[in-house]
Every structure is written in structure tokens, then in C-alpha cells.
């Protein structure tokens, strides 16, 4: 079945480093994937998207891009902040009827 | 853009009670909304598809005499937790939304505390 797999955190660094959280999935047709991001004690906020194969999604300074040959779609970004620190989840949505399926999420903790 | 308002969003209440959490689409209508399940530290899991209309679709292994869900209208889908025991506690997430290839827009979330 369709899956998503996301490196396993918590991933610590130190404030401006670079940022790359490594996601793949599993699927059957052509799936939308996006980031998710839950920053503490709150719900989910839809981070960035792509759509379809070499879309680069952005915003706030990350960056992903739907890798088809290599079914990924890494989180990047050049200089993290403080402000970055929450749980961050990959996923995919089916097309055929919408359901999401989430990757296990990755806790960044950033350092001052 | 769409919203998605979820309430409450904390509750605590004692073991026994049923409690009902409601998923409402602010600015557009929803003929599908998913309802979601996080334990701590840990992902979301799909419980159910409220159709409105119609019988929700639940996920395997997910409880529907004690998940209730009722959809009733196009800007309305609540879940109860009928009966609740402390290993109901959890994070219950809805999402709305979405098709052509559009994110799903998800509530803030209730935080289900039973004692």
C-alpha cells in the first residue's frame, strides 16, 4: 500500500545551520506530497506543496522538490532559526480520494 | 483561504463520559472530512472519512460504536468518543478540504484528557 518514510528525530542543530530531513514514499499513481508542520501544543500547518513530478515547493525559506525517479521529496533549508523548532511531517495525499497518508514526522530542535 | 475551526480544543472529563468534538469548514463546503488520531511524539492516524450524508468510512482496527461520527451537513462533521477511558486520551485532528490535487486544511486539534 502507499506509504511515507521520514528520517526518525529528533534532529538537533545549531542556529543558521543547513537543514535536510529526508522523505520518500511508496504509491500507486501520481500523489500530490507535502510538509506538514506542528509547532508545540498546536494542530497542523501545511508548510509547502508539489503536485506533480519536478514541481519545487517553498516557503518560509524551506524547500522540497517532487523527485519521481527517486519517489522523494527532501525538506531543505540554508539557515535554520529558532523559530524552526517543531515536528515535521511528509506525506501524501491519493488523488483517487483524498486521503492523506503521513510519514512518522521528524522533531527538529534548533539551538540558540 | 479555507479554515477549518475544531472544538473544543481541550477537554478533560471523567472516565464514562461521552464527549463530542466538532469539526466545522468555515469557508467552503466539505462533502468529505477525515478525522484523525495522534498518540505523543507520535504520527497522525487515520480513524475515519465523514461522509456527508452518509455512513462514515472507518479505518481498520478503529472502533465505530465507540468513534460516532455524524456528518450531517456541509459545514459539519462531529466525532464522539462514546464511553471514555483513559486509553481514549489522545490528540484528535479533522481535516477538510483538499481534491484537485489541494492540501487538505486541518482544525487546531482537541486534546482529550480522561481521567
Known amino acids: 500500500g502507499d506509504s511515507v518514510t521520514q528520517m526518525e528525530g529528533p534532529v538537533t542543530l545549531s542556529e543558521e545551520a543547513f537543514l535536510t530531513i529526508n522523505c520518500t514514499y511508496t504509491?500507486?499513481?501520481?500523489?500530490?506530497l507535502f510538509w506538514y508542520v506542528q509547532y508545540p501544543g498546536e494542530g497542523l500547518q501545511l508548510l509547502l506543496k508539489?503536485?506533480?513530478?519536478?514541481d519545487k515547493g517553498s516557503n518560509k525559506g524551506f524547500e522540497a522538490t517532487y523527485r519521481k525517479e527517486t519517489t522523494s521529496f527532501h525538506l531543505e533549508k540554508g539557515s535554520v532559526q529558532v523559530s524552526d523548532s517543531a515536528v515535521y511531517f511528509c506525506?501524501?495525499?491519493?488523488?483517487?480520494?483524498?486521503?492523506?497518508?503521513f510519514g512518522k514526522g521528524t522533531r527538529l530542535h534548533i539551538l540558540p | 483561504g479555507a479554515v477549518v475551526s475544531q472544538h473544543p480544543s481541550w477537554v478533560i472529563c471523567k472516565s464514562g463520559t461521552s464527549v463530542k468534538i466538532e469539526c466545522r469548514s468555515l469557508?467552503?463546503?466539505?462533502?468529505?472530512m477525515f478525522w484523525y488520531r495522534q498518540f505523543p511524539k507520535q504520527s497522525l492516524m487515520l480513524m475515519a472519512t465523514?461522509?456527508?450524508?452518509?455512513?462514515?468510512?472507518?479505518e481498520q482496527g478503529v472502533e465505530k460504536d465507540k468513534f460516532l461520527i455524524n456528518h450531517a451537513s456541509l459545514t459539519l462533521s462531529t466525532l464522539t468518543v462514546t464511553s471514555a477511558h483513559p486509553e481514549d486520551s489522545s490528540f484528535y485532528i479533522c481535516?477538510?478540504?483538499?481534491?484537485?490535487?489541494?492540501?487538505?486544511?486541518f482544525g487546531d486539534g482537541t486534546r482529550l484528557s480522561i481521567l
Open positions: 506525506a501524501l495525499s491519493r488523488n483517487r480520494d483524498d486521503k492523506i497518508i
Open positions: 504509491a500507486t499513481g501520481y500523489p500530490s
Open positions: 508539489a503536485t506533480k513530478a519536478d
Open positions: 469557508d467552503f463546503q466539505a462533502t468529505t
Open positions: 465523514s461522509n456527508e450524508g452518509s455512513k462514515a468510512t472507518y
Open positions: 481535516s477538510g478540504g483538499g481534491g484537485n490535487n489541494q492540501p487538505q486544511h
